[in-house]
């Protein structure tokens, strides 16, 4: 009870602020990545926090994963350094039963990254996609800032306006220079409104001038209106694309067992599997050289996540394009780095010390006086 309950301690400490560390570095990328999308025009600047929620909140697992195991690491590696180890192995513990106390400790923490990479993953991606998407989409006129060029979401438009009036409804000093249908024009007008009819919207401008050629001639129709309307853009739906697989629900992956899908579930799997060998790893891999630093074993420990992580997001790739099946992938990635796991754990629990063969050394043949050998 005092073995299991010290251990639980420990990791609990270590993993607290292993987290607290990792996410206010994930944080700090997603909030330089957030606010450079922000100022490229691909999210609300009004949404970045929400953005960023959601963002924090689907890359959880593999935070989770990574605390998790770097908190494991630290905590056999600290006990190794201050001898406790000995302790313990002296008191009838091997290696191997490290295992039912770090299992038991982190048992919610794998399956809230369990629930988190089947469930929680594809709802955020889909709430980032939608804000995406209705920013996008938003009319022609929401996208104008008094005192800015902009230009229309087909590109074919560029509007100015010097100032709103009355609540961002109508405006004064109006500029639109289009480009359609193989004519050029430019309509200048000293107010605008904007109205909806059926679903439209229409900007209304009045007291304006229109100057129009087609393009490639010199021909220029030059025309004055108190009143012109223009539309500038549909209030519609979102249209609806096939889905990615990664805004797709895992029920949903699994009645359509595409290779898309079928990748993606496999990344979703993966992570959950990867939390549980990483447990394992943990132990076999905890140890602390006394020639050496003590960020040397870190290193190695933080090179073997990256290494199993980028695997598993190869993986995905790999049954996209049919190098593998999935069943084949989840068998050979994560059962072997169990084995693996398990085959280093059991070496060191034994202490199997693996050395070559001798060499068999046979004696010279014994020489005579005279110089000649014995036949």
Do not use: C
């Not at 393009?215 to 096939?242: Q, R, W």
């Amino acid at each position: 009870m005092l073995f299991q309950s010290s251990i639980r301690k420990e990791l609990a400490r270590s993993f607290g602020a292993t987290l607290v560390v990792i996410v206010t570095i994930m944080m700090t990328i997603v909030l330089i990545r957030t606010l450079g999308q922000a100022s490229r025009g691909f999210i609300n600047p009004e949404d970045v926090m929400l953005f960023m929620a959601y963002s924090a909140l689907g890359r959880l697992p593999t935070i989770l994963t990574l605390s998790l195991f770097i908190a494991m690491v630290s905590t056999l590696s600290r006990m190794y350094r201050d001898s406790e180890m000995v302790v313990w192995f002296t008191s009838g513990q091997g290696l191997a039963g490290f295992l039912m106390p770090l299992f038991r400790f982190a048992w919610p923490i794998l399956l809230v990254i369990t629930l988190m990479a089947l469930f929680v993953w594809p709802w955020t991606n889909q709430q980032t996609k939608d804000m995406q998407s209705r920013y996008e989409q938003r009319g022609d006129l929401d996208r104008i800032a008094p005192g800015q060029f902009q230009e229309s979401s087909s590109g074919n438009r560029v509007f100015f306006i010097d100032r709103d009036l009355a609540g961002n409804q109508a405006s004064n000093n109006v500029f639109i220079a289009a480009t359609e249908k193989g004519k050029s024009s430019i309509t200048t007008a000293r107010s605008g409104r904007i109205e909806t009819k059926e679903n439209t919207q229409f900007l209304m401008l009045e007291n304006g001038q229109r100057l129009e050629n087609v393009i490639g001639e010199s021909a220029l129709k030059i025309s004055d209106f108190e009143e012109y309307g223009t539309k500038t853009g549909d209030s519609n739906p979102l249209s609806e694309n096939a889905p990615e697989a990664n805004l797709l629900s895992t029920r949903s992956l699994l009645k359509a067992p595409t290779r898309g899908n079928l990748g993606e579930l496999a990344w979703r799997f993966g992570l959950a599997l990867a939390s549980i060998n990483f447990v394992i790893l943990a132990v076999a891999l905890a140890s602390v050289n006394p020639r050496g630093g003590r960020s040397s074993n870190m290193i190695f420990i933080l090179l073997t996540f990256v290494v199993y992580n980028n695997l598993i997001n190869l993986g995905q790739s790999w049954i996209l394009v049919g190098l593998i099946s999935f069943g084949a992938f989840l068998l050979l990635l994560h059962g072997g780095v169990l084995l693996l796991g398990l085959g280093w754990l059991a070496k060191r629990h034994s202490n199997w010390v693996f050395r070559p063969a001798p060499r068999l050394h046979h004696a010279p043949p014994a020489v005579r006086a005279n110089g000649s050998s014995n036949p």
